[in-house]
């Protein structure tokens, strides 16, 4: 029999478990698609994120672009350098042809010089006949000698030959005392003119110096002759000049 206490423990635990919340059922587990849950999860997403994701979608993009072209120049560069590299062709360089050796050539013959002709020289003409004894043998003349040249005389002229007038003297020369003597080379020719003349000889004034060719362009000389017929020739003509006291 139990005791009075037995039965008051075993209510006491009775009420306890009848006021204790019943536990809680397990719920079943439920398979959920991928794209359902990203696309739940994108809809919880900031908005900040939602703009960035073309963004990066389209640099994802961009780069797989770059790459491929980066792929395909590479595979192109390589087609080529492949190309070149097989259409190289690698020769052997010939050896020189040997060259053939010319024969020396024969030494050039001298020149036969031949000498001149000698001059033709007079000879005396000796008769083939015998001369008898007691007759004279003709002598053979020499040639005549040339003639001498004729004598070459110079040509003539001053002031006061033929007509000739004397130089005038500048006013300034004598005013201012200058005296001097001017020698002057005059070529005169055949018919008696002078063609030029020249100072041979200054004075030391210019005036005095130009007054004396002035005067002589104007005479008249005798020409120079050979013998009796008239040539051209030099002559050198003096002048002074002097300041009469």
Do not use: C
């Not at 439920?30 to 979608?57: C, F, H, M, N, T």
């Not at 036969?112 to 000879?123: D, F, G, H, I, M």
């Not at 004397?166 to 020369?173: D, F, G, I, R, T």
Request: charged fraction near 20%; hydrophobic fraction near 40%.
């Amino acid at each position: 029999m139990s005791s009075f206490a037995d039965h008051d423990s075993e209510d006491y635990g009775w009420r306890r478990r009848r006021h204790l919340p019943s536990p809680p059922l397990t719920p079943p587990l439920v398979a959920i698609p991928l794209s359902q849950v990203r696309s739940a999860q994108d809809e919880l997403a900031p908005p900040r994120k939602r703009k960035a994701l073309p963004l990066i979608a389209a640099v994802a993009v961009f780069a797989h672009v770059l790459l491929g072209i980066y792929l395909s120049q590479a595979q192109d560069a390589r087609a080529k350098i492949k190309k070149h590299l097989v259409q190289l062709e690698f020769t052997q360089p010939k050896p020189p042809e040997p060259k053939l050796q010319e024969p020396p050539k024969p030494p050039p013959k001298p020149r036969s010089e031949t000498p001149p002709p000698p001059l033709p020289v007079a000879t005396p003409t000796v008769s083939s006949e015998p001369v008898a004894a007691g007759e004279p043998v003709a002598a053979v003349e020499p040639p005549p000698p040339p003639p001498a040249p004729e004598p070459l005389t110079a040509p003539v002229g001053r002031a006061g030959y033929l007509n000739n007038p004397a130089p005038a003297y500048p006013a300034m020369a004598a005013r201012m005392g200058w005296e001097g003597s001017v020698l002057l080379k005059v070529h005169v020719l055949a018919d008696g003119h002078p063609d030029l003349v020249e100072i041979k000889q200054s004075s030391g004034h210019k005036v005095l110096d130009d007054s004396a060719l002035n005067a002589v362009k104007q005479w008249s000389f005798t020409p120079a002759k050979r013998g009796s017929t008239p040539v051209d020739g030099w002559v050198t003509v003096p002048i002074d000049f002097a300041v009469s006291g």
